[in-house]
């Protein structure tokens, strides 16, 4: 178990080493392929930014209000017969267009429940096996100029879906 521990802190400075290595061995001018790529980092960053924003802002507009806990509540009868907490409701639906703010959901979530109660366990699994599907969409689908996503979106759904129900039965277990 420690040779994993070492492995797993050395692995950063161990890809730095051998990429700059191999840019050297190559004859590459490492400092200005890191300059030019930085500036493409803040391009991309300044592209996606009002997507970023406009997403912050529609999240903190559901939860302010109180929407999802309303939706929550009324969709409890259905997610009862699933063995699914509708506390959770919220937090699955956050996560799959912020991560930042579903984490927020999770702490409340152990504010309220406690984190080693079935709540807690089953949200914490939740976040782990789901994915912020529309921001992944709208970031990187935008950067890469994607305009026929197919099904992307129907996968992500199902995927998301399947995430869900594994969560259920591996904390039921």
Same mark, same amino acid.
């Given at each position: +178990?420690r040779?994993?521990?070492y492995?797993? @802190?050395? &692995?950063?400075p161990?890809v730095?080493?051998?990429v700059?290595?191999?840019g050297? =061995? ?7 392929a890191?300059?030019e790529?930085a ?5 991309t ?6 997507t970023?924003?406009g997403l &912050?802002?529609?999240?903190g ?6 929407a /999802?806990?309303?939706?929550?509540t009324?969709?409890?009868? /259905?997610? !009862?017969?699933f063995?699914?907490?509708?506390e ?14 579903a984490?927020?959901?999770l ?8 984190? @080693? !109660?079935r709540?807690?366990i089953?949200?914490?699994v939740? &976040?782990?096996?789901?994915?912020t599907?529309?921001?992944? +969409? !709208?970031?990187?689908? +935008?950067?890469?100029k994607?305009t026929k996503?197919r ?6 759904l ?5 995430g869900i129900?594994?969560?259920? =039965?591996?904390?039921?277990l």
């Amino acid at each position: +178990m420690r040779f994993l521990y070492y492995l797993s @802190d050395s &692995m950063i400075p161990l890809v730095l080493i051998l990429v700059t290595g191999y840019g050297l =061995l190559q004859k590459v001018d490492i400092f200005d392929a890191f300059i030019e790529g930085a500036v493409d980092g803040f391009r991309t960053v300044y592209k996606i930014l009002p997507t970023l924003i406009g997403l &912050m802002i529609a999240i903190g507009v559901l939860r302010e209000s109180g929407a /999802l806990e309303d939706v929550a509540t009324w969709i409890a009868p /259905l997610t !009862s017969r699933f063995h699914f907490p509708s506390e959770l409701v919220p937090l699955v639906t956050v996560k799959m267009f912020s991560s930042s703010a579903a984490t927020s959901l999770l702490l409340d979530i152990y504010k309220q429940f406690g984190t @080693d !109660s079935r709540l807690g366990i089953l949200a914490s699994v939740l &976040m782990s096996c789901s994915e912020t599907i529309f921001y992944t +969409m !709208s970031v990187y689908f +935008m950067t890469a100029k994607v305009t026929k996503t197919r099904y992307t979106l129907a996968g992500a759904l199902f995927a998301t879906l399947v995430g869900i129900v594994a969560s259920v =039965l591996l904390v039921g277990l």
